[in-house]
């Protein structure tokens, strides 16, 4: 499992873009059932990295979205 600050190293993303995501319904975290903090699984953070590489090469998020979840544009 993946923190919000060990997601948005690895991917060189912003805190509020991964919120941005979230509030989006494009990743969806699990909450540490003690603490309450985000966490992200290894199935997220790579959903995460297709979204990424998705829009730098241009596509908008709804096409981004398309594409990692398999749906026709």
Known sequence: MYTVSDV???LGISRSTLLYYER???V????DPVKGYRLYS????DR????TQF???GFSL???RCF??????
Do not use: F, I, N
């Open 8 to 10: 948005t190293k690895k």
């Open 48 to 51: 995460l990295v297709m979204l």
């Open 24 to 26: 989006g319904g494009l």
């Open 55 to 57: 829009q730098k090469a």
């Open 62 to 64: 709804a096409e981004c």
């Open 28 to 31: 969806v975290p699990e909450r």
């Open 42 to 45: 290894q199935g997220t953070l």
């Open 68 to 73: 990692v979840d398999g749906e026709p544009s």
